[in-house]
């Protein structure tokens, strides 16, 4: 079962504009992550927030966490066509990870 | 340092036949991961192991699937019969600490899995 919801379903966007994700999830959580898949490839890992942060950055990542809310965003700042994936969040609870659904990103040149 | 490797990176067979995906961790990590993923979807657990010990097998079909880790090294998926439904993308992660919830877990390319 997946417990994250990765809102929108999918975005298309103008490089140099910025992307913004957004995840909800249902139960209490230990920490939450961000993954990015290229197509045909494995996932990278982009950023771990915990569930006491408020808000992560990593390069042009922003990462914010609201626990009362259950939800969490990306943002990319700044977008590059490179930038084109699917993005992932995975929620951490009782030594597992659960994945959403995915976000689809397309930058375009 | 090489990252997961994983293979084959393509199968095709017809339903009822076996099949065996690979995964070579990276080196000294002790917990390696298979997940599922379908189309569309995110991945989904299929079998933890710390070192060459199953802790965590509760999403795995047992009644088809099977895996083993020989001296918590390398580790072998297998699925026999296979059937219509079990075409997805098999990944392969593996991270250093063994605390599924806090490690950075890093992933293979995956085996795409088409049964006909």
């Known amino acids: 079962s997946q417990q994250g919801e990765e809102d929108p379903q999918a975005l298309s966007i103008q490089e140099g504009e910025n992307a913004t994700m957004n995840c909800s999830y249902k139960?209490?959580?230990?920490?939450l992550q961000w993954y990015r898949q290229n197509s045909g490839r494995g996932l990278v890992h982009l950023i771990l927030?915990?569930?006491?942060?408020r808000e992560k950055h990593s390069g042009r990542l922003r990462v914010t966490l609201d626990t009362s809310k259950k939800s969490s965003s990306l943002l990319i700042t700044a977008s590059r066509a490179a930038d084109t994936a699917s993005y992932f969040c995975?929620?951490?609870?009782?030594?597992?990870?659960?994945f959403g659904k995915g976000t689809k990103l397309t930058v375009n040149p | 340092e090489a990252g997961v490797v994983q293979s084959p990176r393509y199968k095709i067979i017809e339903k009822k036949q076996p099949v065996a995906f690979w995964c070579n961790p990276i080196?000294?990590?002790?917990?390696l991961y298979w997940y599922r993923q379908n189309l569309g979807q995110g991945p989904e657990l299929l079998i933890r192991?710390?070192?060459?010990?199953?802790?965590?097998d509760s999403q795995l079909p047992k009644d088809r699937f099977s895996a083993e880790r020989l001296k918590g090294v390398d580790s072998t998926l297998k699925i026999q019969p296979a059937e219509l439904g079990d075409s997805a993308v098999y990944l392969c992660?593996?991270?250093?600490?063994?605390?599924?919830?806090?490690?950075?877990?890093?992933f293979g390319p995956g085996t795409r899995l088409t049964v006909l």
């Open positions: 992660a593996s991270s250093a600490g063994g605390l599924a919830a806090t490690d950075t877990q890093y």
């Open positions: 139960t209490s959580i230990n920490n």
């Open positions: 927030i915990r569930s006491n942060e």
């Open positions: 995975a929620t951490a609870r009782s030594e597992k990870l659960v």
């Open positions: 080196s000294g990590h002790n917990t």
């Open positions: 192991y710390e070192n060459e010990e199953a802790v965590d």
